[in-house]
Structure formats: C-alpha cells, structure tokens
C-alpha cells in the first residue's frame, strides 16, 4: 500500500505519509495523468520490507502544478547491483510489485 496525498512539490519533494512493501525496494514517482498508466520516473526513494512512514523522494525534473504523479512501489529484484535504483520504463529490472496482478501505487497532483 501507498499512502499520500495531494501535496506542494515546489520543494523538489514528494511524499508517501505510508508504504507498506513485502520486499526491498523502492518507492518510484512516475508521472501519469487522467489514463492512469504509469509514465517516466521522476524521483525515487529506497524502502525496507514492511511498513515505513514518511518516504520521501527528491524530483529529479521539474513538476508543475496540476500535474499528476504515481507513487507507486517498485522491486529491487533483477538488477545488476544492490541498492542502485536501475529501472527504466518497461524494463524488468527494479520493476513495479504486482501481489494478485495488480500495481501497488497512489496517484496524487501537485500543487
């Protein structure tokens, strides 16, 4: 589970108030809008198994106002190292936790 909401990021911070996570991984802030699907990475953030309060991930590009963006909870399986974030959009590598199929993640816009 990701938990946040609708947040100032004019600081070049987003955060989760809460992630829970079955595994090490990574809280990955992808842009999306209305569709819903999960665009480019713009920040990411480390996590522990289990639940962690406060994740923050510093914006590695710019985001407006209005804009909306996808925390969503990523693996650290299939990389080639430990602890470096390497997934790129429709890679395998670092990529998205899906317990039952479906995405672990929460949309909110920037304001």
């Known amino acids: ?3 946040a909401m609708d947040q100032d990021v004019s600081n070049g911070v987003v955060s989760a108030t809460k992630v ?3 595994e090490n991984g990574w809280m990955v ?3 999306t809008d209305a569709e819903m699907a999960p665009g480019p990475d713009v920040g990411y953030a480390p996590l522990r198994a289990g639940e962690t ?3 923050a991930a510093i914006l590695q590009e710019d985001v407006m106002p209005g804009d909306m963006l996808m925390l969503m909870v990523h693996s650290e399986e299939g990389g080639m190292t430990t602890g470096m974030f390497e997934y790129t959009l429709g890679a395998t590598e670092d990529g998205p936790i899906k317990p039952g199929g479906d995405l672990v993640m929460s949309v909110i816009t920037a304001e």
């Open 29 to 31: 802030v992808h842009r």
């Open 20 to 22: 829970v996570a079955p």
């Open 1 to 3: 589970m990701v938990e």
């Open 53 to 55: 309060m406060d994740v």
